[in-house]
T-cell receptor, first 114, second 110 residues
Framework: DGGITQSPKYLFRKEGQNVTLSCEQN?????MYWYRQDPGQGLRLIYY???????QKGDIAEGYSVSREKKESFPLTVTSAQKNPTAFYLC?????????????FGDGTRLSIL | KNQVEQSPQSLIILEGKNCTLQ??????????LRWYKQDTGRGPVSLTI?????NTKSNGRYTATLDADTKQSSLHITASQLSDSASYIC?????????FGAGTRLTVKP
């Protein structure tokens, strides 16, 4: 079955540590996205990529970094510069950023601070 | 101020009852509006999309409406089931971006 897979499901970060969240899709989608979800707020866009080796900052990119070396993969690194990283992180993919087709979401990674 | 406002924030209903969730937006220019269902600890899943020319669209027990003049949409759930317990998120697209509402948390009790 085609889909989008995020791992791990739960992740804990120590002070000063960088952590990387994995996102893989086998839908052959060109565009991939990272969102942050906090209680009582709508999803906020961290980064997006419309093509391999290219990505753009979203609304809240500070303290995060991404790479897009393969079409199927779009990992997100939460760096030590992100002072409030505790949140639910969602990865999504679609045919194109301006497409009317729906985004397909993974089941998220919940990041907490130790 | 968020460009997509949803109400109520949370709602509790008894199994078998109907309910209506609201979405008001200020996003402009309007391209489309989509409703997603998000189960606890899972990613959102698309329920339906509304374009400018559509007033009503049904997907099983879910019926979405759109009034582009007043910039309002609603999601009506008929004969609710326990599995309808989830967050329902309204997403409005303009030419370039998508704007997400904070969602309505629906709990259906037996």
């Amino acid at each position: 079955d085609g889909g989008i897979t995020q791992s791990p499901k739960y992740l804990f970060r120590k002070e000063g540590q960088n952590v990387t969240l994995s996102c893989e899709q086998n839908l052959n989608h060109d565009a991939m996205y990272w969102y942050r979800q906090d209680p009582g707020q709508g999803l906020r866009l961290i980064y997006y990529s419309q093509i391999v080796n290219d990505f753009q900052k979203g609304d809240i990119a500070e303290g995060y970094s991404v790479s897009r070396e393969k079409k199927e993969s779009f990992p997100l690194t939460v760096t030590s510069a992100q002072k409030n990283p505790t949140a639910f992180y969602l990865c999504a993919s679609s045919w194109g950023r301006r497409s009317n087709q729906p985004q397909h979401f993974g089941d998220g990674t919940r990041l907490s601070i130790l | 101020k968020n460009q997509v406002e949803q109400s109520p924030q949370s709602l509790i209903i008894l199994e078998g009852k109907n309910c209506t969730l609201q979405c008001n937006y200020t996003v402009s220019p309007f391209s489309n509006l989509r409703w997603y269902k998000q189960d606890t600890g899972r990613g959102p899943v698309s329920l339906t999309i509304m374009t400018f020319s559509e007033n009503t669209k049904s997907n099983g027990r879910y019926t979405a409406t759109l009034d582009a003049d007043t910039k309002q949409s609603s999601l009506h759930i008929t004969a609710s089931q326990l599995s309808d317990s989830a967050s329902y998120i309204c997403v409005v697209r303009d030419e370039n971006d998508m704007r997400f509402g904070a969602g309505t948390r629906l709990t259906v009790k037996p």
